[in-house]
Structures are given as structure tokens and as C-alpha cells.
T-cell receptor, first 114, second 116 residues
Framework: AQKITQTQPGMFVQEKEAVTLDCTYDTSDPSYGLFWYKQPSSGEMIFLIYQGSYDQQNATEGRYSLNFQKARKSANLVISASQLGDSAMYFCAMREDSNYQLIWGAGTKLIIKP | EAGVAQSPRYKIIEKRQSVAFWCNPISGHATLYWYQQILGQGPKLLIQFQNNGVVDDSQLPKDRFSAERLKGVDSTLKIQPAKLEDSAVYLC??????????????FGSGTRLTVV
């Protein structure tokens, strides 16, 4: 069964608009972490934001915020005021603390239109 | 702090040839990972080291892939012989400990392998 699901293969968004990238996960481990990474066309994997399963508040990092809904097992990434440089692949990943491995979604290709 | 270093950046080889990739993790990072990322997909873990010991290599095709991390610092990943389906980006990542820290895993720039 898929442990990380990203249902949006691709998205087009107008510059300066906010965008939400969806991620749902499946785990029975009570302790886990959720990550979002950005991968530009150059190939490097850039860490954006992290949410721990026991964190009470949603994580925020600059223009990035994570909409964590534990009961629904969703961890959507919100990018406010999108910029042309945000065009990239975005991956959601989960680490179950029982094995410390990152499990990855298939990614969402985000294209920001000027 | 220096990042995760990988080389080469690009490699083109013919099928049945051998190839090796090198990774130098962030100083002090005990855990090192090799991932294979095929175009259009998320990364797939090939092998995870804790210091110089293997934690998980269940998805490593051991008939052709091998990896080592001598002295618990840098690591090499080898493919011998290569197949067309090995064409992918090979990403190396490191983290402080098995307990992934809040800031997770730091990735290198990757090696883009093309097998022709």
C-alpha cells in the first residue's frame, strides 16, 4: 500500500498567488516526521519544512507552511506569494521513527506562470 | 558548514560497463544514504549506513550494485555491470543520527547516470 500519496502530478499557478500541494500518508507508527523537499531542474534535493507527529503547532518556514491534519493523515504544503523561482518538483516524505528511513511520494511538478 | 559532496556530476557509460560514484557526507553525520531516482519518480533507498555498518540494503540489487563506507566517513557506490534501466540520478544524503533530526537529511547534488 502507498504510504505517501501526492495526488497532483502537476500544477500551474499564477505568480504571487498562494498554492497548496497535497500530501496524505499512512502509518501505524505513533512517532513519525513529515518532510517537504524541493527539487529544481538542476537535481539537488532542498529541504523546505519539517513537522513532527507530536508537534502541537503547524510548522512554518518563511513563505512555507505545513497544514498538518493528524486525524486525516494529511500534511499539505502551502506556499504563499509564489515566485517564478518556486517552479520545481516538490516531494513529500515521511520518516517512521521505528526505522528512520524516508519514504517518498511521487512528487508534484509545480510551474509558476508570470 | 560544507554540504554533502558527490562526484562525478554526470556520467555516460555503455551497458555492461562498470561505474563508481563517490560521496562525502557532512562532517559528523553518522548516517549515510544512497538513493536512486528514476526520472519522474521519487527517490528509492538503495542502502543506509550507520557509521561504517549497513543498516538496510534490502532494495540494493546485490548482483550488480555494491557500496561501502570505509572508516565511517565517505562512501562509494558501484554498479557492475550496468544495465539500461540503471539510468537515473544517484543521490547521497547524510543525517546526524538514526534519530532523524528536525532538519532531516542533507542531500548532495546527485550523479546523473546515463547508460547507453
Amino acid at each position: 500500500a502507498q504510504k505517501i500519496t501526492q495526488t497532483q502530478p502537476g500544477m500551474f499557478v499564477q505568480e504571487k498567488e498562494a498554492v497548496t500541494l497535497d500530501c496524505t500518508y499512512d502509518t501505524s507508527d505513533p512517532s513519525y516526521g513529515l518532510f517537504w523537499y524541493k527539487q529544481p531542474s538542476s537535481g539537488e534535493m532542498i529541504f523546505l519544512i519539517y513537522q513532527g507527529s507530536y508537534d502541537q503547532q503547524n510548522a512554518t518556514e518563511g513563505r512555507y507552511s505545513l497544514n498538518f491534519q493528524k486525524a486525516r493523515k494529511s500534511a499539505n504544503l502551502v506556499i504563499s506569494a509564489s515566485q517564478l523561482g518556486d517552479s520545481a518538483m516538490y516531494f513529500c516524505a515521511m520518516r517512521e521513527d521505528s526505522n528512520y528511513q524516508l519514504i517518498w511520494g511521487a512528487g508534484t511538478k509545480l510551474i509558476i506562470k508570470p | 558548514e560544507a554540504g554533502v559532496a558527490q562526484s562525478p556530476r554526470y556520467k555516460i557509460i555503455e551497458k555492461r560497463q562498470s561505474v563508481a560514484f563517490w560521496c562525502n557526507p557532512i562532517s559528523g553525520h553518522a548516517t549515510l544514504y544512497w538513493y536512486q531516482q528514476i526520472l519522474g519518480q521519487g527517490p528509492k533507498l538503495l542502502i543506509q549506513f550507520q557509521n561504517n555498518g549497513v543498516v538496510d540494503d534490502s532494495q540494493l540489487p546485490k548482483d550488480r550494485f555494491s557500496a561501502e563506507r570505509l572508516k565511517g566517513v565517505d562512501s562509494t557506490l558501484k554498479i557492475q555491470p550496468a544495465k539500461l534501466e540503471d539510468s537515473a540520478v544517484y543521490l547521497c544524503a547524510s543525517s546526524l543520527a538514526r534519530l532523524g533530526q528536525q532538519y532531516g537529511y542533507t542531500f548532495g547534488s546527485g550523479t546523473r547516470l546515463t547508460v547507453v
